[in-house]
């Protein structure tokens, strides 16, 4: 079974075929993407390569094409490519039908908040990898942002994170419960969010800010 290319292919269809909608027109951005993604690729493929070389999570060969590279199966690498692409097209569609950003002025609490919890949760569980790597990323990145000025965008980041949620809790809720993806909780909390482990919402967290935050910047008007 191709269990996990077709869950790849599942994020990517929805927003590509409306990629073309004449309000979004989001085709028209694609270039404003590229430099968000490549970025992103540059620090998570090393991320996600050495943690399935220790075995922090891994995957199963069952539901995989079986070509890998550097302990990363090809699927893999398209997650990294199809995430970030819908997570933009969400982002842009909220900027097309939503012109109020509701979340905008709270923005800024709601980033030192967030650091707050990812440092709490650093020093109290820092002999769990995954929960003291993916915890200091956020934190540093969104201090990066908070301190260069540059977070008119969080507002939307936020929403887009919270709309992104539901098909989260679906899509990888599939990879983790067959699994596709398993993971040692003994580099985690330890917390399940039905199959998911809660530190990916700190993972993914991290992982949309720099695509997200470059496409903002690029097309901001």
């Avoid at 998570?44 to 220790?54: H, Q, V």
């Avoid at 699927?75 to 997570?87: G, N, S």
């Avoid at 982002?91 to 967030?114: H, M, N, Q, T, V």
């Avoid at 002999?127 to 990066?144: E, G, R």
Wanted: one cysteine or more.
């Amino acid at each position: 079974m191709y269990t996990y290319l077709l869950v790849d292919l599942a994020i990517l269809a929805f927003p590509l075929a409306l990629s073309f909608d004449k309000k979004v027109a989001f085709h028209t951005k694609w270039k404003y993407i590229w430099q968000g993604i490549l970025l992103n690729l540059v620090i998570f493929l090393p991320w996600d390569s050495a943690f399935t070389g220790l075995e922090v999570w891994g995957f199963n060969a069952d539901y995989l094409l079986g070509i890998s590279w550097f302990h990363l199966p090809l699927e893999e690498y398209l997650f990294f490519l199809v995430v970030p692409y819908a997570a933009i097209f969400i982002y842009a569609c909220l900027e097309a039908y939503f012109p109020k950003d509701i979340l905008y002025r709270p923005r800024k609490s709601i980033a030192w908040g967030i650091v707050l919890l990812c440092l709490v949760l650093y020093f109290v569980h820092d002999d769990h990898l995954y929960t003291a790597v993916a915890t200091l990323y956020l934190s540093f990145m969104l201090l990066v942002v908070l301190i260069s000025g540059k977070h008119h965008f969080l507002g939307r980041f936020f929403m887009t994170f919270l709309v992104i949620s539901i098909p989260f809790l679906i899509f990888n809720g599939i990879l983790t419960s067959l699994p596709v993806v398993w993971y040692d909780d003994a580099e985690n909390l330890g917390i399940r969010i039905f199959s998911i482990p809660a530190d990916d919402l700190i993972y993914n967290m991290g992982m949309l800010l720099i695509p997200l935050g470059m496409y903002a910047r690029f097309t901001r008007k």
